[in-house]
């Protein structure tokens, strides 16, 4: 059963999320709802022209920052210093670069006018956070996402230099680690961050870790 919601910010039981992970249809995405929705282990994905859909799948892939891979390939482009990593100094740069990325199968972007303003809300409140790989100072990879507590929520990801996004991924898990950050959520599974480490665990232990580890 899909739910529907009202102007009330509230979700939900995610053990009512659909055989996909869907959850709810409608609602805003004014920080108090967003906060809420993560902090429930639920994430926004819509298009451009769609209301606001909200998800939970079961099972949830994720990354332990412990566990992150890193390639003997990468180990030479990072050894190299191909990029610089910048952390948080290009937010609305990242977020606009991720909407414009070309993906594979797909025609269009998930991240609308409406999701760069409400991220950028969130990370003028200091809750969005963007990870970026420049070279030459120039902007050529990275990623944004969540932090809260002991959790990081990533959110999307870009590349326009091979490597580059994987590089700013390393380097946010690395500084993730010292601040002894639990777990990254990468929500959905993607081959690419399968070989960094990424696997699925059930909603259940998800929501588990959320509790103790989201203040």
Same mark, same amino acid.
């Given at each position: 059963m899909?739910?529907?919601l ?9 053990? /009512? ?6 959850? $709810? ?5 004014? =920080? *108090?709802?967003l @906060? ?41 482009v990072?050894?190299?210093e ?8 290009s937010?609305?740069?990242?977020i ?14 998930w ?8 991220? /950028?809300k ?5 809750? $969005? ?5 420049? =070279? *030459?100072?120039? @902007?050529?990879?990275g990623?944004?996402g ?26 946010l ?9 639990q ?12 070989s ?8 259940e ?9 989201i203040?």
């Amino acid at each position: 059963m899909i739910h529907f919601l009202s102007d009330e910010i509230s979700f939900p039981p995610v053990t /009512e999320a659909n055989h996909d992970g869907l959850l $709810a249809i409608g609602g805003d995405l004014q =920080q *108090e709802r967003l @906060l809420l929705a993560y902090k429930q282990g639920i994430f926004p994905w819509f298009n451009e022209d769609e209301l606001p859909m909200w998800w939970c799948p079961d099972p949830r892939f994720v990354l332990f920052p412990q566990e992150l891979r890193v390639s003997k390939s990468m180990k030479q482009v990072l050894k190299k210093e191909l990029f610089q990593f910048r952390f948080n100094t290009s937010f609305r740069a990242v977020i606009t670069a991720c909407q414009q990325q070309k993906r594979l199968g797909q025609d269009g972007t998930w991240i609308s006018d409406a999701i760069i303003e409400a991220y /950028e809300k969130l990370y003028m409140a200091g809750i $969005a956070v963007s990870a970026e790989a420049w =070279q *030459e100072n120039k @902007l050529v990879g990275g990623l944004y996402g969540i932090r809260l507590g002991k959790v990081f929520f990533g959110e999307s990801m870009f590349s326009q230099v091979a490597n580059a996004s994987k590089f700013a991924f390393i380097q946010l898990v690395e500084r993730l680690k010292v601040e002894e950050v639990q777990l990254i959520d990468c929500q959905v599974y993607t081959e690419h961050l399968q070989s960094l480490g990424a696997k699925f665990i059930t909603r259940e232990q998800f929501l588990k870790i959320l509790e103790r580890t989201i203040s």
